[in-house]
């Protein structure tokens, strides 16, 4: 299968039964158990150091953030609410210009290019 086939099984899970989707989504979610528990650590640690009432709410960005189920895995195991960020919120765009759908794909791995972008002459 190709780059882009995969990427799009690894977020939107595969076109077969219900069971191989399921299959699928797990095998994703244990591959990215090092990261989801490196996260733990660090959460766990800053709260340990600051207090639990700093965080709370957990933004999730880059491309692989669209894994089907990451979210809801980390917010389960930290007690704390978990979304994909939108860098696109606030920002207005000529609807006519620029396809919806594409920005909706985009903006998970576009949110430092964005604030780079936002960015004025003389930001630090």
Same mark, same amino acid.
Do not use: W
């Given at each position: 299968?190709?780059? $882009?086939?995969?990427?799009?099984?690894?977020?939107?899970?595969?076109?077969?039964? +219900?069971? +191989? =989707?399921? $299959?699928?989504? =797990?095998?994703?979610?244990?591959?990215? @158990?090092?990261?989801?528990? @490196?996260? $733990?650590? /660090?959460? +766990? %640690?800053?709260? /340990?150091t600051f207090g639990? #009432? %700093?965080?709370?709410?957990? %933004?999730? /960005?880059?491309?692989? /953030?669209?894994?089907?189920? !990451?979210s809801a895995n *980390?917010?389960?195991? *930290?007690?704390?609410?978990?979304?994909?960020? =939108?860098? !696109? !919120?606030?920002?207005?765009?000529?609807?006519? =210009?620029? +396809?919806?759908?594409?920005?909706?794909?985009?903006?998970?791995?576009?949110?430092?290019?964005?604030? *780079?972008?936002?960015?004025?002459?003389? #930001?630090?």
């Open positions: 299968m190709t780059a $882009e086939e995969a990427e799009k099984m690894k977020t939107e899970g595969p076109q077969g039964s +219900d069971q +191989d =989707n399921i $299959e699928l989504k =797990n095998a994703i979610l244990d591959c990215a @158990e090092p990261i989801c528990s @490196e996260i $733990e650590r /660090s959460i +766990d %640690y800053f709260r /340990s639990a #009432d %700093y965080i709370k709410h957990v %933004y999730l /960005s880059g491309g692989s /953030s669209r894994i089907a189920g !990451l *980390l917010s389960q195991r *930290l007690g704390i609410e978990t979304d994909l960020v =939108n860098p !696109l !919120l606030k920002i207005q765009y000529n609807k006519k =210009n620029i +396809d919806a759908g594409k920005l909706e794909s985009i903006k998970t791995i576009g949110a430092v290019a964005i604030g *780079l972008g936002l960015r004025k002459i003389g #930001d630090k």
